[in-house]
């Protein structure tokens, strides 16, 4: 069974742009949650969809939004981004989500210039 | 409300002795308890998880945890520290809340070994 892909693997940005990563989870599995780690803050959650809704936010503003769609498939999109966006964007998939381990992807490599 | 505090940000042992990851969480319900690995540049993997089921619970690798009530405690362990286990390890809470499942991720344990 094929693991949880990311795209692009790495990304350089300007500050004020806007960027969309993608996350595809294992087949099956309905649950997508997005994390941002750097090295200074860890590792914290940003949200959770499940067949297409936002069910858990994490403490992150609105300029960080996402979406799942049918395939559950999910994009995390961040607008108008700051120096310090600059991280490791994880995507995790779960069969349900919470009682059911997450299994993570290689993660996107957000650089902001 | 739900929490995961790892009592060490990092933690030095020699190569062949035991490890001890330390995990205290605090939670309203029952939760489920897990414990992730991250190797450098890689993505993270479970290393093993408590669901209400056994309290001493073995993973992959030789580790293993023992989940205590009393003690809001949730302690990772190896006998014996290789090389490879080198990494930085997140203990990780997961609870029902308002109907619907919220997990909190540790701030991470960074494991060195020394040959």
């Known amino acids: 069974k094929a693991g949880v892909t990311q795209t692009p693997r790495y990304l350089i940005k300007t500050r004020g742009q806007q960027v969309t990563l993608s996350c595809s989870p294992i087949?099956?599995?309905?649950?997508v949650s997005w994390y941002q780690q750097t090295p200074g803050q860890g590792l914290q959650f940003l949200f959770e969809?499940?067949?297409?809704?936002?069910?858990n936010k994490g403490n992150f503003p609105g300029r960080f939004s996402g979406r799942q769609f049918s395939n559950s498939r999910s994009e995390m999109n961040v607008s108008t981004l700051e120096l310090g966006d600059s991280a490791l964007y994880l995507c995790?998939?779960?069969?349900?989500?919470?009682?059911?381990?997450?299994?993570f992807g290689p993660g996107t490599r957000l650089t902001v210039t | 409300a739900q929490s995961v505090t790892q009592l060490d940000s990092h933690v030095s042992v020699s190569e062949g002795t035991p490890v001890l990851l330390r995990c205290n969480y605090s939670?309203?319900?029952?939760?489920?308890l897990f414990w992730y690995v991250q190797h450098p540049n890689k993505g993270l993997q479970l290393l093993l998880k408590?669901?209400?089921?056994?309290?001493l619970v073995k993973g992959i690798n030789g580790f293993e945890a023992e989940f205590k009530k009393s003690e809001t405690s949730f302690h990772l362990t190896k006998p014996s520290a290789h090389m490879s286990d080198a990494a930085e390890y997140f203990c990780?809470?997961?609870?029902?809340?308002?109907?619907?499942?919220?997990?909190?991720f540790g701030t991470g344990t960074k494991l060195q070994v020394i040959p």
């Open positions: 087949s099956g599995h309905r649950s």
């Open positions: 939670s309203s319900y029952s939760p489920s």
């Open positions: 990780v809470v997961s609870e029902n809340s308002g109907g619907y499942q919220k997990v909190t």
């Open positions: 408590y669901t209400s089921a056994a309290t």
């Open positions: 995790a998939s779960s069969l349900e989500g919470g009682l059911y381990e997450q299994y």
């Open positions: 969809y499940f067949s297409e809704t936002q069910r």
